[in-house]
């Protein structure tokens, strides 16, 4: 069974690069497997970090590049990713997480009837819960993931509810511990913002739409719109394979080597610090706004 890993990247480059050579790596070494990287309006330096990496990896990863100038959309994004796969199985890998031994574990069970493989490892806040590996044909069948949702919260449970009312077969499995890489919910919206909406608002706002979708029976969604369009391009690894009887390259096919700048590494540092900076403001202006005003003065004798 072909395996088709999608990921989508919007200003997440720092996260990114630590997950990359693993992920590359495990992928590489996986002749059925393919790798889509989506860049989703990304401002940050995402397009040179891929240009210095597609030379050194096969045709199998392919890097897409939404240039539509919108904003971040989780199902919108998702939608494009996994439409640009070709692989019987589709699993949404998140910029920060790591592939481990998914793809064996999917093709155990998709491979055996079962349409849809849950791989949340059941502890909260961990940033697995999107981890969900679908079946081709289920995938679009179900029009794949919500675009009239606001732009992020409940999307994966929704694609999870609505294929179990569609009568799917589907199995939970638990995946390792540090999958992926810890993200508050405030780092989570950044990009997305709605007004002055919390994550948990618009969680609950979606969460409500997908149950009224539900009741109605509307399980297909997307259905009156096109979805999952890119709006840009597509450019593929760029190392082949030696010819048969060749001894050039690398006596190992499914090894490579390529730096990783101090860069990110530097980068990342400075954005965990920026996020503390900006958690103790917030902190510091709840605690001004909860002390009572200055007292007025006594009025004169």
């Known amino acids: 069974m072909r395996v088709s890993f999608c990921t989508t990247v919007h200003n997440r480059l720092p996260q990114f690069a630590r997950t990359f050579d ?26 040179q970090f891929m240009a210095e990496r597609l030379p050194c990896l096969p045709p199998r990863v392919v890097y897409a590049r ?28 998140d910029a920060d997480q790591r592939v481990l ?49 606001y732009p992020m919260g409940y999307q994966d449970e929704d694609l999870l509810r609505r294929a179990e009312a569609a009568g799917a077969r589907t199995a939970r499995e638990p995946c390792a511990r540090h999958w992926a890489i810890r993200n508050t919910k405030v780092e ?17 706002l979606n969460l409500e739409r997908s149950k009224a979708n539900i009741a109605e029976g509307t399980l297909t969604a997307n259905r009156n719109a096109p979805w999952g369009v890119l709006v840009g391009d597509c450019e593929s690894g760029h190392l082949q394979p030696p010819r048969p009887g060749s001894t050039s390259g690398t006596e190992q096919a499914d090894v490579y080597e390529w730096p990783v700048p101090l860069l ?38």
């Open 188 to 204: 989570s919206i950044e990009h997305c913002r709605v007004g002055s909406l919390t994550w948990r608002e618009l969680w609950w």
């Open 101 to 149: 031994d998914a793809a064996d574990v999917l093709r155990r069970h998709l491979g055996h009837g079962v349409e849809l493989l849950h791989l949340w490892n059941r502890v909260k806040g961990e940033g697995t819960y999107g981890k969900i590996a679908i079946t081709r044909e289920l995938f679009y069948r179900l029009g794949g993931y919500d675009e009239s949702f």
């Open 264 to 301: 990110w590494h530097l980068e990342e540092r400075a954005a965990r610090q920026a996020n503390r900076v900006r958690s103790l403001r917030l902190r510091l202006a709840a605690v001004r706004r909860a002390l009572p005003g200055p007292s007025s003065p006594p009025p004169p004798a």
């Open 66 to 93: 939404d240039t539509s100038g919108r904003r971040w959309h989780v199902s919108v994004a998702k939608n494009i990713a996994h439409r640009l796969a070709s692989g019987e199985a589709l699993m949404n890998l």
């Open 22 to 47: 693993h992920n590359a790596s495990r992928v590489l070494a996986d002749p059925g497997a393919e790798w889509i990287v989506l860049n989703f309006n990304s401002s940050d330096r995402l397009d």
